[in-house]
């Protein structure tokens, strides 16, 4: 079935640096999307992106989608505590609504 | 607009008993999701309705699983018996019939097996 994969598994960055975390999929997806989960909350919608090689900007998180809509990445710049939290890919299949998750990258703030 | 609901919040059950989790999604949604995350790790699917019917069940993990839309509204998971393995966050969410639209999530309900 399909898997969709992250990395890394955890991010320790300092403040006001910058950082990607990367999501592939083992299959063409549909659209892709990005949710955030700040810890002991839900995850909480972020972006989806469409297109291939999409690309869309939240303030200082840039969302890329693949050209082969197979992978995609998330750029936070000048990272701030607010910043804390499981950042989680989603692939919606070709077929189906059905949301794969990928692991989620840790995100850890130094100040 | 009220978001996702479940109930309970938090469970404490022993081995052998029978938790039942309810999620009410948002009115009118007719795609309803569950997922559970265990120790931290990553959310994974379990089961898919569309209205009252199941799209896809094959993440759920064994037939000690039992989940239900009656009516095509509000969805029960049932966990008969429970085990250990079973903890974690279970959550819900429930997106339009549009399909690829975005999901919503519930808090979860957290459900620890002693």
């Known amino acids: 079935g399909q898997q969709v994969m992250q990395i890394p598994q955890y991010q320790h960055v300092q403040e006001g640096e910058d950082f990607t975390t990367y999501c592939n999929s083992s299959t063409t997806l549909s659209n892709i999307q990005w949710y955030k989960q700040r810890p002991g909350g839900h995850p909480v919608f972020l972006i989806q992106?469409?297109?291939?090689?999409e690309v869309k900007k939240q303030k200082r998180l840039t969302f890329q989608f693949g050209e082969a809509k197979k992978n995609s990445s998330l750029h936070i710049t000048a990272t701030q505590t607010t910043d804390v939290g499981t950042y989680f890919c989603a692939g919606l299949g070709a077929a189906g609504n059905k949301l794969t998750f990928g692991g989620g990258t840790r995100v850890l703030v130094k100040p | 607009e009220a978001g996702v609901t479940q109930f309970p919040s938090h469970s404490v059950i022993e081995k052998g008993q029978t938790v039942t989790l309810r999620c009410d999604p948002i009115?009118?949604?007719?795609?309803l999701y569950w997922y559970r995350r265990v120790m931290g790790k990553e959310i994974k699917f379990l089961l898919h309705?569309?209205?009252?019917?199941?799209?896809?069940e094959s993440g759920m993990p064994n037939n000690r699983f039992l989940a239900e839309r009656t009516g095509g509204t509000y969805s029960t998971l049932k966990v008969q018996p429970a085990e250990l393995e079973d903890s974690g966050v279970y959550f819900c969410?429930?997106?339009?019939?549009?399909?690829?639209?975005?999901?919503?999530f519930g808090q979860g309900t957290r459900l620890t097996v002693v």
């Open positions: 009115s009118g949604h007719d795609n």
């Open positions: 969410a429930s997106s339009p019939q549009t399909r690829g639209l975005q999901a919503f």
């Open positions: 309705f569309v209205k009252e019917s199941k799209q896809d």
């Open positions: 992106l469409v297109k291939s090689g």
